[in-house]
């Protein structure tokens, strides 16, 4: 019924830059808080970066200064531009939203398929 879709993840070189791209879809009508969470192979998932419907941000220590979340309400779309990659950020990338499908139903938590996401040289 709801679906997030995931692009943008792939190879790239340490230093180089990457833009990931996650759209809803289906029976959606508002959107609350929008987030990106990252898995490496044999650790834990972690939260790097959350933004409100109104536009403020979060991030994990390890990120910030380098990637830069966003949002298109109109496209209940959501981005995270990655800069300045370091091996250490090699991990599935999963989008993350708060969804209501009624205007008087709950939020619940939706997630996209995941993308992989590698710096490597």
């Known amino acids: 019924q709801v679906q997030l879709v995931e692009s943008g993840g792939g190879l790239v070189q340490p230093g180089g830059s990457l833009r990931l791209s996650c759209a809803a879809s289906?029976?959606?009508?508002?959107?609350?808080?929008m987030a990106w969470y990252r898995q490496a192979p044999g650790k834990q998932r972690e939260l790097v970066a959350s933004?409100?419907?109104?536009?403020?941000?979060n991030y994990t220590d390890p990120v910030k200064g380098r990637f830069t979340i966003t949002r298109d309400n109109a496209k209940n779309t959501v981005y995270l531009q990655m800069n300045s990659l370091k091996p250490e950020d090699t991990a599935v990338y999963y989008c993350?939203?708060?969804?209501?499908?009624?205007?008087?139903?709950?939020?619940?938590?939706?997630w996209g398929q995941g993308t992989q996401v590698t710096v490597s040289s």
């Open positions: 993350n939203a708060r969804i209501a499908t009624r205007s008087w139903g709950t939020f619940y938590n939706y």
């Open positions: 933004i409100t419907k109104s536009g403020s941000t």
């Open positions: 289906g029976s959606i009508f508002s959107i609350n808080a």
